[in-house]
């Protein structure tokens, strides 16, 4: 394996521990969690971003398709506004709820394991949401009108690898797939979708299919 290749294994790894490092510092640190979350998750995206240019899965991905202003807009939308006010919000209240009560040392969170084992919990559990929220988008018309504007041509390949960081759900769920062929070089939907921002956004309530 040349170092090329070896790095394509191993940075996806590296960027995520790091991210959550710098989350768990800065919230233990600090009493911003939000903040810190936002902060950490918008340098992780940026780093991805330029790895990719530097590094891509499929170049021919990196042609100037106009849309680079709208894929902007629905990350900060959506990743951000999203995940940042809705997810954010929901894990904090829901680490209150299951920490240990007053003047007892027991909760539903195994709060005495070692922190990695937390975290590697923590990640499964949370997987487990991302992975059921993004199939259920797939396997429902209408929650696919509003999560279409994020895919590749290929039902059959489209409709599988649900998970947003980890496999193990996949597996579990048997809707892993390791296409044995390099990806298109042309993805998208097979569908009609409108080309500015306002207009995606529009879209989810007007189309039909």
């Known amino acids: 394996m040349n170092f090329r290749r070896a790095l394509t294994y191993l940075l996806w790894p590296l960027f995520l521990c790091t991210a959550l490092f710098l989350t768990w510092a800065g919230m233990h640190n600090s009493d911003h969690d939000v903040m810190w ?64 009560a007053a003047g007892t040392t027991t909760g539903i969170w195994p709060g005495n394991w070692p922190m990695p084992a937390q975290v590697i919990l923590g990640l499964v559990v949370a997987e487990f949401g991302l992975y059921w929220a993004h199939r259920l988008s797939h396997e429902f018309p209408f929650l696919w009108r509003f999560h279409a504007v994020h ?59």
């Not at 892993?176 to 080309?195: C, E, V």
Request: glycine share 8%; no cysteine; charged share 15%.
């Open 151 to 209: 895919h590749s041509m290929d039902t059959v390949e489209g409709n599988m690898n649900y998970g947003e960081n980890l496999m193990l759900w996949d597996f579990v769920f048997r809707s892993f797939l390791n296409p044995a062929r390099r990806p298109p070089a042309k993805i998208g939907i097979n569908g009609p979708m409108p080309a500015s921002f306002i207009g995606q956004l529009k879209h989810p309530f007007i189309s039909k299919e």
């Open 37 to 100: 979350f936002n902060i950490v998750y918008l340098g992780f995206a940026s780093v991805i971003g330029v790895s990719e240019r530097i590094l891509p899965h499929e170049r021919t991905w990196l042609e100037d398709d106009k849309q680079t202003f709208a894929n902007l807009a629905h990350t900060l939308l959506s990743k951000g506004l999203v995940q940042v006010v809705v997810v954010v919000s929901a894990t904090v209240g829901l680490a209150e709820l299951i920490q240990p």
